[in-house]
């Protein structure tokens, strides 16, 4: 009998959504004035919650982590590869540290900068299952618009309807969720805030900005329509992530199911 009654246990602990994985890909700002070099962040992690830090690329038949698949950028329809800037850190959690990256990019041209991070699957202990979050986000040079709405044709996908980087606080964020350029019917989404600073310097999460008042406002819930598409308003300032899960075409690595997800950030700024 106590083995139902912790079975059941972990089971509704499981489903709660403090337990959402989303990979970041940050940079404090997504709207820049003029170009500059920015600084990168590559970590697997619960932006809201912050309760656990994740080793990227962790495999289940081998102590070495798998390295990052892909990593580029676009910026006026021109893709420049970013894997070798991508260099390994530990990230420093509240709870506790992982396997992260950290890089620099000179976005210095007018425009938007595309930004697609492929990690390899991440093998999740607690469900037997791996774990890949196609990531993207944008940063905006000036103020003139060019790749933000670009389609990728990603296994997995969110294609954005509003630019990423220009919402005001009370607005609403609109994608469309695809897997290789077909719109994906009732995707679910989950939604977190990035309810944390983040420490550049220390390569680490700061205090929390706001305190859930239950668990199912940690990650919030949605569904796409049967078109893929989804609008979720947006009620704070600060980063947002929404992640797509199992949206992606491939179900399967090393032999165990796969999720693989599409994940996108957006940045949303305070009126004043």
């Given at each position: 009998?106590?083995r ?5 246990a972990?089971?509704?602990l499981l ?5 959402a ?16 070099t920015i ?5 697997f992690t619960?932006?809201f919650a912050d309760?656990h ?6 495999q289940?038949d ?10 580029y ?7 420049k590869?970013?894997?070798g ?6 990230w420093?959690g ?5 396997a ?6 000179k976005?210095?041209?007018m425009?938007?900068h ?17 774990i ?9 040079v000036?103020?003139a618009?060019?790749?933000?709405d ?6 997995a ?6 630019k ?7 607005s609403?964020f609109?994608?469309i969720?695809k897997?290789n350029?077909e719109a994906v019917p ?17 390569n680490?999460m700061g ?13 919030i ?10 609008t979720?308003?947006l ?7 929404f992640c797509?899960l199992?949206a992606?075409?491939?179900k399967?690595y090393k ?15 305070d009126m004043?």
């Amino acid at each position: 009998m106590k083995r139902f009654y912790l079975a059941v246990a972990m089971s509704l602990l499981l489903c709660t959504g403090a337990f959402a994985h989303f990979q970041m890909l940050y940079t404090p700002e997504s709207a820049l004035e003029k170009g500059t070099t920015i600084e990168l962040r590559e970590v697997f992690t619960h932006p809201f919650a912050d309760e656990h830090t994740m080793d990227m690329g962790k495999q289940h038949d081998s102590d070495k982590l798998a390295g990052v698949e892909a990593f580029y950028v676009i910026n006026k329809d021109k893709k420049k590869d970013l894997l070798g800037t991508l260099k390994a850190i530990t990230w420093k959690g509240n709870h506790n540290s992982g396997a992260a990256y950290q890089s620099q990019y000179k976005a210095k041209r007018m425009g938007d900068h595309l930004f697609v991070l492929q990690p390899a699957p991440y093998y999740e202990a607690g469900e037997g299952i791996y774990i890949q979050q196609i990531t993207k986000m944008i940063v905006n040079v000036a103020g003139a618009p060019t790749d933000w709405d670009k389609e990728l044709g990603l296994k997995a996908e969110i294609v954005p309807l509003i630019k990423p980087y220009a919402i005001w606080t009370g607005s609403t964020f609109t994608g469309i969720v695809k897997s290789n350029g077909e719109a994906v019917p009732f995707a679910e989404i989950e939604v977190e805030y990035l309810n944390r600073d983040v420490d550049l310097d220390k390569n680490a999460m700061g205090p929390a900005y706001v305190e859930a008042p239950q668990d199912s406002f940690v990650t919030i819930g949605i569904k796409a329509d049967k078109d893929g598409k989804f609008t979720f308003g947006l009620p704070k300032a600060g980063w947002w992530g929404f992640c797509a899960l199992g949206a992606g075409s491939d179900k399967e690595y090393k032999g165990k199911e796969l999720s693989q997800d599409a994940v996108i950030w957006v940045q949303v700024k305070d009126m004043k």
